[in-house]
């Protein structure tokens, strides 16, 4: 039919019908080869016509032997003349048929052509050729009752039963196949726009894996260099005073710090967790990173833990942890601070990191270059936690971040 014979393309539509079609190709033959036959065996056992049997065998066999050369390309859908070619010969053979035997019983056929009819041509020229089969057998039966008016009564009455039949029957299965195709494309178009929207996904997770990459440069790497940097400037005031000593200990924490900027920096390409953490509970790695800022800055840094430490996960542990080197080093950097608390509160339900120093506070709702703070904003709702600022000038920070456990 005309949805089966649409061009081939790159559409679901297309290849089931295809599918659909090959596998019910041999259920159409055998209709075809059963109908044949049923008609072969009824001209061999009725009485024979005016002419015998001869004629009418002999066009049956014409008949089996279009099906086989040109109705089985018709019926794939080869290309379009084949079918026509089939059609135009059987019919004529039908004819031929209902010629030379009025009363032949060869009208068994109609079950195969006349859903070959619509199973090969497209809608149009189905319609047109079951109008022109209905009226051409309507015309050689009033001719052969010798044009009677009664003849004509009944001719008529059979051919537009048998025409209102045929066309309901064709069309609706072509509806059938019409609404199936439209079906088809509307899957074809939800797989285009699922495939759009796995390529923006993809793309999304690109983006998210970038951003994720560079708050874990920024968080280690950046921080490790400006400790570098601070620590290397403290050792040449040292020299240029002539304190060794304190340049050799400045040196050395130059050198540590250097040593963990290479383990995070490798740890970050394996996809591993944060060295603060390798080996040690959130709790010593907080207590580690407090000790480290006070021997790098001489800040005063307090570290206090209440409830009961418990390993909280690996991303959320990650998280936890870079929100404090974070803070950390806006204190360093940014507050002008003495002292720093470092709270770690594990609850029934959550865990809360406080972060509170003493320095020259700021506006919250000024302004503000960086990406620290959108950096931990950004971490907390991965693991669908909070985070909470108070500051104002002269007043000091205050960095709240709930996780839940």
């Known amino acids: 039919m005309s949805a089966s014979a649409a061009p081939a393309a790159a559409r679901s539509s297309s290849d089931e019908l295809a599918v659909m079609w ?26 024979p016509g005016p002419h015998g049997r001869g004629p009418t065998l ?16 018709g019926l794939r859908h080869l290309d379009a003349r084949s079918g026509v070619l089939y059609h135009l010969l059987v019919w004529v053979a039908l004819l031929g048929i209902q010629g030379v035997d009025p009363g032949t019983e060869t009208w068994l056929l109609y079950f ?7 199973a090969m041509l497209s809608t149009r020229r189905a319609v047109v050729g079951t109008v022109l089969v209905v009226v051409a057998f309507a015309a050689l039966r009033w001719a052969q009752a010798e044009f009677s008016a009664t003849g004509l009564i009944e001719v008529l009455v059979s051919s537009l039963i048998s025409l209102g039949i045929s066309l309901s029957l064709g069309l609706f299965i072509n509806r059938l196949l019409l609404e199936a195709d439209r079906r088809a494309e509307t899957i074809d178009e939800l797989r285009a726009t699922q495939a759009r929207l796995a390529v923006v996904e993809r793309d999304r997770g690109v983006q998210d894996e ?6 874990e440069i920024h968080d280690t790497l950046a921080q490790g260099f400006t400790s570098v940097v601070t620590l290397t400037r403290a050792a040449q005031t040292a020299l240029g005073r002539g304190d060794v000593e304190t340049a050799r200990e400045r040196l050395a924490l130059v050198e540590a710090t250097a040593v963990d900027n290479l383990a995070e920096a490798r740890l970050i390409v394996a996809e591993l967790t944060p060295g603060h953490l390798q ?5 010593e790695a907080l207590q580690r990173l407090g000790a480290a800022v006070g021997s790098e800055t001489g800040l005063h840094a307090d570290v206090t833990v209440e409830g009961e430490p418990a390993p909280l996960g690996g991303t959320a542990e990650v998280v936890l942890l870079r929100t404090a080197q974070e803070a950390l080093s806006n204190v360093r950097r940014h507050a002008g601070a003495a002292r720093v608390g470092l709270a770690l509160a594990y609850r029934p339900d959550r865990v809360v990191l406080t972060v509170t120093d003493d320095g020259r506070g700021f506006d919250p709702a000024a302004d503000r270059a960086g990406f620290g703070l959108d950096g ?8 669908g936690g909070a985070v ?10 205050t960095l709240r971040l709930e996780v839940p456990r």
């Open 112 to 118: 195969a052509l006349f859903p070959q009819l619509w």
């Open 58 to 73: 002999a066009l049956l066999a014409a008949m089996a032997a279009a099906y086989a050369t040109v109705g089985v390309r």
């Open 376 to 383: 931990v904003r950004a971490r907390a709702a991965e693991v």
């Open 279 to 283: 080996s040690r509970t959130l709790a």
């Open 22 to 47: 090959r596998r019910q190709e041999p259920v159409w033959h055998a209709v075809a080869a059963v109908v044949w036959l049923a008609a072969v065996v009824v001209t061999c056992l009725e009485v």
């Open 388 to 397: 909470g600022l108070v500051s104002a000038p002269g007043a000091g920070t």
């Open 210 to 215: 970038r951003e994720r990459i560079s708050r």
